[in-house]
């Protein structure tokens, strides 16, 4: 949690505190968004780069967005301060602890090296030996499991995105999935076909953001044309009755993200949040937190944010389960989380 976050009171502190040892994966986390301000600051002045804030204070007053961009401006711009493998070890061990705090058992991790490789010009080795390495300490320190998706950047010139599938050829088993993020409209899936179709030679899985600011035509896209197995966000596909019917018949998962949403100005407030009424049509959620740095909480507060709004808990354990379901783990992990999940029900009474 960061000292921004408004929307924690303290009947959400009590139920975040009892969601936080619910067992879970969380499926939608972008490494660079969980960049606290504290680790911001250290990492600028070990890298000896400039901010525009002098205090955490000024930065802190930074994290109120009106929309997709205003957040990424923010966030693009604290991004300067990774500049090693180090750096990319720390913010990745950083989130590991919080995760572990919040019941996560598995993570499957969105990191963005277009942005690092010719933006901040940090070398793609140096990006995933840390957070490689990351994952090696968290898994034994912490518990948690890991995988990386590499996720392409939708608005930046599509000839790096091919350059940095080159890059991530000759290590391509260090990487599990292929994602797209950043500014979805206006930067439809149909643009990226060619590096899902090489993406996907490369034995990766595949998926992608659609639907969150963009229309529910996006996610058709994401199906039909990159293949995605999951769709992050998605939560436009009830503007249109026919593609809902066809993700329920697939049971395509959704990887929603409630605070995300909420300090977007995706919806109006997290009552209004039509993640209940997706539930009941029988669309397969999961509840993840995407940028937690920026967005006031981590996977529990998602949930307990659901709770308070009236979520009863049987039905966010529910969720959990398919978090489980949703994720690229293999037979044995997900075998030995669904029975930490049962074990978490059975003594909760779920
Ligand atoms: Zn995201």
Redesign the pocket.
């Known amino acids: 949690m960061n000292d921004t976050n408004d929307t924690t009171n303290d009947d959400e502190k009590t139920a975040r505190d009892a969601l936080a040892t619910m067992p879970k994966a969380e499926l ?3 490494i660079e ?1 969980t960049l606290e301000p504290e680790l911001a600051f250290e990492l600028a002045r070990r890298n000896d780069v400039p901010l525009p804030w002098g205090t955490l204070d000024e930065l802190r007053a930074q994290y109120r967005f009106e929309n997709l961009q205003s957040f990424l401006d923010l966030y693009y711009a604290l991004m300067r301060t990774l500049r090693t493998a180090d750096d990319f070890r720390d913010l990745m061990l950083a989130y590991l602890r919080r995760a572990a705090a919040d019941g996560v058992m598995h993570a499957e991790i ?1 990191f963005d090296p277009q942005v690092h490789a010719f933006t901040d010009h940090v070398a793609y080795d140096d990006v995933l030996d840390g957070l490689r390495e990351g994952l090696r300490i968290g898994e034994k320190r912490y518990g948690v499991t890991g995988a990386l998706i590499l ?1 392409l950047v939708r608005d930046m010139d599509v000839a790096t995105a091919d350059r940095i599938l080159d890059m991530a050829q000759a290590r391509k088993d260090e990487i599990v999935g292929i994602g797209l ?1 950043s500014a979805e409209v206006g930067y439809p899936p149909s643009m990226f076909v060619d590096q899902f179709a090489r993406a996907r030679s490369f034995g990766w899985h595949a998926v992608a ?1 659609a639907g ?1 600011e963009g229309p529910a035509d996006y996610i058709r896209q994401a199906l039909d044309l990159l293949h995605a197995e999951r769709i ?2 998605g939560i436009h596909v009830l503007d249109d009755d026919e593609l809902e019917a066809r993700l329920i018949r697939d049971r395509i998962p959704l ?1 929603c ?1 409630p605070l ?1 949403n909420l300090r977007l100005q995706v919806v109006g407030s997290i009552d209004d949040h039509p993640l209940p009424r997706m539930v009941r049509d029988g669309l397969v959620c999961t509840i ?1 937190s ?2 937690p740095a920026y967005f006031g909480g981590y996977a529990a507060a998602n949930y307990a944010a659901l709770a308070g709004a009236g979520m009863p808990p049987d039905t966010l354990a529910a969720l959990a389960a398919n978090s489980i379901e949703a994720s690229f783990a293999d037979d044995a992990d997900k075998e030995r989380m669904r029975a930490r999940l049962a074990d978490w029900r059975d003594a909760h009474g779920l």
């Open positions: 939608h986390l972008h968004g969105f996720s993020d953001h969150e992050d966000h990887t993200c995300s993840n995407d940028d």
